[in-house]
């Protein structure tokens, strides 16, 4: 029996082209990977073929319909429109798979969860095997529960392993300790580049607090508010909302507009919409506040304030409960709690020196996510998968 490729050539798959958490998670591991010969291959062009190129990364676009590239996670429920996705998306997976074997690809690593779907049966065609980089929960409060059913099922037959960006994503996955073990299953986070987050820091006079994050239901924007609010009911501190909506969901904007001015603090918080960057941002604030409400995979966003030297509260749920240690290198509240919340914005924005400390020991705990620590865990990993 052979060993392993030397210098395998993997294939990383992603439907999406967007510079979003996970393409971004992708942009920052590959350079950083050494031992390996990526190739990428994206459902449709966009803003990520030009990030990667440029870090000479061979990038390779092939178009999905753009009906079933939009499909999006929720609307997984029977009915005509998934069985046209699901026909649409075969013969995706048998071109793919075509072009997999004439790349001579030796693994195959999928980026989001639709393409561990159709990358998985794609790599079953050609013969390759495949590694899931799991990046989302799989939970009914975070999917429909027949797409909880369809990848708790799809686990067991299309992918050879199985990457976790938390213990709280890979637990949704309720794979037994024999299933773990076959599939090499383990937890490696996403990769931070610290360097490109430490900034000089913008010093102003007020307190400045802020979330940073897609503007969504689940992320929390209203807490933030009523905490903030509930913090700082007058004087100087100021909010600021850094991210912008996406997916149709823009009249959550303007929602949380009326909240701020029912709560009486519209004219100390700034809506700063979506913005690329997102250092430049960090280095303005005083406190990072991340809110989701329900569990968040890992909070990309958390690693990247600790980073900029930024002091972290987050909720102590998911993902964020893992990357900090409450008191430690952040603070941790009750989930959902805005009274909780505002409770320790009161209490750093009290303490410069705790801010000051929580915000050292925070850098240091985001040196464990720098991209060649990660790029290892993750090579090691596709090694584990040819090895067996």
């Not at 048998?94 to 997999?100: G, Q, Y």
């Not at 008191?327 to 914005?345: N, Q, S, T």
């Not at 990660?374 to 998968?385: F, K, L, M, N």
Request: aromatic share 4%; glycine share 10%.
């Amino acid at each position: 029996m052979t060993g392993p490729p030397t210098r395998p050539r993997v294939a990383f798959l992603d439907h999406c082209a967007l510079e979003s958490g996970a393409e971004l998670a992708l942009a920052r591991l590959l350079p950083a990977c050494q031992d390996i010969d990526p190739v990428v291959i994206l459902g449709e062009d966009g803003p990520l073929v030009g990030l990667l190129r440029s870090d000479g990364i061979d990038v390779r676009v092939v178009p999905m319909d753009a009906t079933t590239r939009g499909y999006s996670r929720t609307a997984v429920v029977p009915g005509i429109g998934a069985v046209r996705a699901a026909l649409s998306t075969a013969g995706y997976s048998v071109r793919l798979a075509s072009l997999l074997r004439e790349l001579r690809v030796d693994l195959v690593a999928t980026n989001s969860l639709k393409s561990s779907l159709y990358g998985g049966v794609a790599g079953r065609l050609a013969r390759i095997p495949v590694v899931w980089h799991v990046r989302d929960r799989i939970a009914d409060d975070y999917l429909p529960a027949s797409a909880v059913r369809l990848v708790r099922r799809a686990v067991h037959v299309l992918p050879r392993g199985v990457i976790a960006n938390s213990a709280t994503t890979l637990a949704t996955l309720e794979l037994s300790p024999a299933a773990r073990a076959r599939l090499h299953a383990q937890v490696i986070g996403d990769p931070c580049p610290a360097g490109l987050f430490d900034r000089p820091r913008v010093v102003e006079e007020a307190l400045t607090v802020g979330l940073v994050g897609r503007i969504s239901p689940w992320k929390g924007q209203d807490v933030f508010l009523r905490a903030f609010a509930q913090a700082f009911p007058d004087g100087a501190a100021r909010a600021r909302i850094i991210g912008g909506p996406l997916f149709g969901e823009e009249d959550l904007v303007v929602r949380l507009e009326a909240l701020a001015d029912t709560l009486g603090v519209a004219d100390r918080v700034t809506f700063v919409g979506h913005v690329r960057d997102v250092a430049a941002e960090l280095a303005a604030l005083d406190i990072t506040v991340h809110a989701s409400t329900i569990p968040e995979p890992f909070g990309q966003v958390v690693v990247e304030a600790m980073a900029a030297g930024v002091p972290v509260v987050a909720t102590d749920a998911g993902g964020p409960a893992e990357v900090v240690t409450d008191g430690v290198d952040g603070v941790l509240y009750r989930m959902g709690d805005p009274g909780a919340l505002a409770k320790a914005l009161r209490r750093l924005a009290d303490d410069p020196a705790e801010r000051e400390r929580l915000a050292d020991e925070g850098k240091r705990t985001a040196a464990r996510y720098a991209p060649g620590r990660i790029a290892a865990q993750v090579q090691g990993a596709y090694r584990s998968v040819l090895s067996s």
